[in-house]
């Protein structure tokens, strides 16, 4: 049963349900993925160590849980052999458990993942030829209704915790077998821990999966602040993004609080289109986002704010909507740049994709007035992996189909085998 409290938040009327920084186990140990290292001292403190020993440990737990991506106490060479079976009994590391993992034709990968009180949610991994992009999920579905989301189809179920969302990078690394090695002891200097893009296959993370990242606003920041650690992932924050809907009040809060770059899905430039595609609009209209990505903290030239459009035929897609996209971010004076995402359709869905030479159109005049306007290549289509596309296979699929393609891959693996 999913251990959860109402909270309210932020900029927001109706509470979600918002998960407690520890869900029980039904083994009564303690699971600590997900847990700043002031947190794992005090429990560690909690349950009897005194502060000194409490302090050191923490240290090196916190180390070889974030940096090296352990989650076997047994593997931690420089915690005593005495104190491993004690923190084995009260305490574990986990991982989000994987459902499904499947691999699209163009590299794209998807997996399928469960929460411990049995809630299903996905992440996606988009290698490229400069960098590999992880696409979190911040909530198991989503409140906002956006009309050309499939994920804006499901209810939402509930905000996902700090542990299941840099769980969800963490099982990243290991599948890409990523973590650090080398060295083993805690180093001081920056430069020896810091997370390197050279040559790996994750370099960037863009909270831009299933559900609204400022509606679970605190989780997301704790989770990210783990990965953002020199000590912990150490994965610098320009190569994070944050992808918005628009939840205004919450921006300043994210630009001062995360720090990380910043995405709007802004999809249209009227009130009339915005409101019907993103219906978070009639809250926050379009002239108080774009004053908010104005104020945004930190945002520069250097560090322009992506904007997302999604190319939808007759809806919003004309040489008049490109010229007002352009007014717009000039009338605000915003460091913008601007990403053109054909649309990506899933069954039932109530638009159609723009015709390709309209998009070049829409491009080309965003382009010529000086802001930069790539048109994204789809990628993971076939396996719905695509932008809008995320919603649970759960709903798609029964579990026995699951069962049965899983079993059907291993014997065809067999026999290939033999
Ligand atoms: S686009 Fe994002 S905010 Fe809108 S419904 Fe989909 S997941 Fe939710």
């Known amino acids: 049963m999913a251990d959860t409290a109402l909270m309210s938040i932020p900029g927001q009327v109706d509470p979600v349900p918002v998960a407690r920084d520890i869900t029980p186990r039904s083994d009564g140990r303690t699971d600590l993925l997900g847990l700043p ?16 020993q409490a302090k050191l440990r923490s240290k090196q737990v916190y180390h070889w849980l974030y940096h090296r991506g352990v989650t076997d106490f047994d593997a931690m060479t420089d915690i005593g052999k005495t104190m491993r079976p004690w923190m084995n009994e009260r305490f574990v590391v986990g991982r989000p458990n994987i459902v499904e993992a499947q691999h699209s034709s163009d590299g794209t990968r998807k997996w ?31 409140t906002l209704n956006c009309r050309f989301c499939h994920t804006g189809t499901m209810r939402l179920v509930r905000n996902l915790t700090p542990g299941e969302i840099v769980g969800q990078v963490m099982l990243a690394r290991d599948a890409l077998g990523e973590w650090p090695k080398g060295r083993m002891d805690i180093g001081d200097d920056e430069s020896e821990t810091e997370y390197r893009a050279d040559g790996r296959l994750l ?65 249209a430039v009227t009130k009339e289109v915005r409101d019907e595609i993103v219906p ?33 035929k007759d809806k919003n897609d004309s040489d008049e909507d490109a010229h007002e996209l352009v007014r717009l971010l000039k009338h605000y004076d915003l460091p913008a740049k601007v990403n053109l995402i054909p649309f990506n359709p899933w069954p039932g869905a109530p638009y159609e994709c723009s015709a390709p030479d309209r998009i070049r159109s829409f491009s080309n005049i965003v382009f010529e007035a000086g802001i930069s306007a790539p048109v994204r290549t789809p990628r993971g289509r076939d396996i719905d992996a695509a932008c809008g596309q995320l919603k649970t296979s759960a709903e798609k699929k029964s579990r026995a189909q699951r069962d049965r393609e899983a079993e059907e891959a291993a014997s065809a693996e067999a026999q290939s085998g033999e």
């Not at 989780?219 to 809907?245: C, F, N, P, Q």
């Open 37 to 52: 290292k002031a947190r794992i001292r005090e429990l560690f403190e909690e349950a009897g160590l005194d502060p000194k």
């Open 203 to 267: 370099t960037n993370i863009v909270m831009m999966g299933m559900g609204e990242p400022l509606y679970n606003f605190d989780h997301v920041r704790d989770a990210l602040k783990l990965v953002m650690d020199g000590e912990g992932l150490a994965l610098s924050k320009r190569r994070i993004t944050l992808s918005t809907s628009g939840v205004v009040p919450a921006m300043e809060r994210c630009g001062e609080e995360i720090g990380v770059n910043l995405a709007v899905s802004l999809h």
């Open 280 to 312: 978070i609009n009639k809250k926050y209209g379009i002239e108080q986002l774009l004053e908010a990505c104005a104020a945004y903290p930190g945002a520069s030239n250097a560090r322009r704010i992506t904007f997302e459009y999604v190319m939808l």
């Open 112 to 142: 399928l993942l469960k929460t411990d009180d049995g809630h299903e949610f996905e992440m996606v991994f988009i290698p490229d030829e400069t960098r590999g992009t992880l696409c979190v999920s911040s909530q198991v579905g989503c």
